[in-house]
């Protein structure tokens, strides 16, 4: 696969780096807005919502593609129910592959069969040639993520959805590659989680407006016995860190085994279970996207750059 081995493992100068992110600049010129889902923990839902959100936007006329950033574990492409190997791939160029709802996705899922794994270490420039016994398709991370972006061939969309791996790290390090991008958080309700992602704010908010705000997930169950909802973990202080920052808490999603079971068969939950709490969340909150994504005066300042 042309994007990743042909990646230089000398130290990239100065000059080829912002060659590249005009590359990205360009290749997203006609986007109306980038924004990630990012957190700082692990396993609290953002793939998961990703794609329902995407799907609720194509469903009500949004042209939308998605990038899994999560290049050592993607999942977007399963959950979208996308089988891989269907990039085409053209000169330099990657043409996106076409999901259901006519989403379009990036992802290193999509390495051709046969293919040893890729794996891209977690440091920003590789600045020596693999020893003997390396991985040989060990790339660098961010590297291979502005190859990735500077290489698709997005065209005219409403929005780019970039799935983001956890950690604060990944968050700065979209934000450096596409400064333009705005920022979803997703948190567990738990203490550690709220405190982890007030942390995560914080690098948001470094790029102004650039966080649209937070989303508390798996904030309790619906109890099958006593018909209550109950909680799932110990309440934290996600709400109270989000007002002290100044960041919406845009929804409270519950624990919902359904959820996990149309993701694990690469349907999408809002399509399945529309009239469900968590449904209309779901949808809501894809048009507080929408609309964050809208209002930003960023887009049009760098859309006419
Ligand atoms: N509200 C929910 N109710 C039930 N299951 C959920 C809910 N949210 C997420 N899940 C399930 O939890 C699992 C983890 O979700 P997901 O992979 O989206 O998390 P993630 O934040 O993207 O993880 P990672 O940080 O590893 O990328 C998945 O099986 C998903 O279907
Ligand atoms: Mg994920």
């Known amino acids: 696969m042309r994007i990743f081995r042909e990646l230089d493992f000398g130290q990239a100068s100065e000059s080829s780096i912002l060659e590249e992110e005009n590359r990205i600049r360009s290749k997203l010129a006609a986007v109306r807005a980038v924004v990630a889902f990012g957190s700082a923990r692990g396993g609290v839902g953002k793939s998961a919502l990703l794609v329902n959100i995407a799907a609720a936007l194509a469903l009500s006329g949004r042209k939308i593609a998605i990038v899994d950033a999560d290049l050592n574990?993607?999942?977007?492409?399963?959950?979208?129910?996308?089988?891989?190997?269907?990039h085409a791939f053209m000169g330099d160029e990657i043409e996106p592959a076409t999901g259901p709802l006519g989403l379009r996705l990036v992802s290193s899922d999509f390495l051709p069969q046969g293919e040893p794994p890729a794996s891209f270490i977690d440091i920003d420039e590789i600045s020596t040639v693999p020893q003997n016994g390396a991985h040989p398709n060990e790339f660098g991370y961010l590297a291979a993520l502005r190859r990735l972006l500077g290489q698709s061939r997005f065209g005219p969309l409403d929005l780019v959805l970039v799935d983001l791996a956890p950690g604060i790290e990944h968050i700065y390090r979209l934000l450096k590659i596409v400064p333009r991008a705005k920022l979803l958080l997703a948190s567990h309700p738990s203490e550690l989680s709220a405190r982890a992602t007030r942390a995560a704010i914080g690098v948001g908010a470094q790029h102004p407006d650039a966080?649209?705000?937070?989303?508390?997930?798996?904030?309790?169950?619906?109890?099958d016995g006593c018909h209550r909802v109950r909680p799932l973990m110990p309440y934290g202080s996600l709400a109270m860190h989000a007002r002290e920052t100044g960041v919406p808490l845009l929804e409270r999603l519950p624990f919902d085994p359904r959820f996990a079971e149309t993701c694990e068969?690469?349907?999408?939950?809002?399509?399945?279970?529309?009239?469900?709490?968590m449904g209309k969340q779901l949808v809501a909150l894809a048009q507080a996207i929408d609309k964050a994504a809208e209002s930003d005066p960023r887009v049009a300042a760098s859309a006419s750059s």
């Open 211 to 223: 966080v649209i705000g937070v989303v508390e997930n798996m904030a309790g169950f619906n109890c």
């Open 265 to 277: 068969r690469g349907v999408f939950f809002i399509r399945e279970y529309p009239q469900t709490p």
């Open 73 to 86: 574990s993607p999942s977007i492409a399963p959950m979208l129910g996308v089988k891989t190997g269907r």
